[in-house]
Nanobody
Framework: VQLQASGGGLVQAGGSLRLSCAASRRIFSNNGMGWFRQAPGKEREFVAGINYRGAGTTYTDSVQGRFTIARDRAKDMVYLQMSSLNPADTAIYYC?????????????????WGRGTEVTVSS
């Protein structure tokens, strides 16, 4: 297993969750990383991305200011801290590794995908 996401669960609106993604060193060290999500009946969408150093991040507009992506290079981990959650955030969340060192919002730039972790936000 090269990418493993965890940390999903059921939370009330307004609450917080932190998702974690463990990556193998081979695909973590020099790759940009990202989080995507897929809600029932919808296409997978970009949520957040981070470059290989962790110095640059980008977010989709709907989570800007509420979600924070971070990476721990010593532990080969990527995190998504989610706050002020609302029912529209309900989805399966996936972590992914890019083909390049850079942060990217483009689904086609991501080469490796982990199994998702489910987040459910109740109203």
């Amino acid at each position: 297993v090269q990418l493993q996401a965890s940390g999903g669960g059921l939370v009330q609106a307004g609450g917080s969750l932190r998702l974690s993604c463990a990556a193998s060193r081979r695909i973590f060290s020099n790759n940009g990383m990202g989080w995507f999500r897929q809600a029932p009946g919808k296409e997978r969408e970009f949520v957040a991305g981070i470059n290989y150093r962790g110095a640059g991040t980008t977010y989709t507009d709907s989570v800007q200011g509420r979600f924070t992506i971070a990476r721990d290079r010593a532990k080969d981990m990527v995190y998504l801290q989610m706050s002020s959650l609302n029912p529209a955030d309900t989805a399966i969340y996936y972590c992914a590794a890019s083909r390049t060192p850079y942060m990217t919002t483009d689904y086609s730039d991501y080469q490796y995908w982990g199994r998702g972790t489910e987040v459910t936000v109740s109203s």
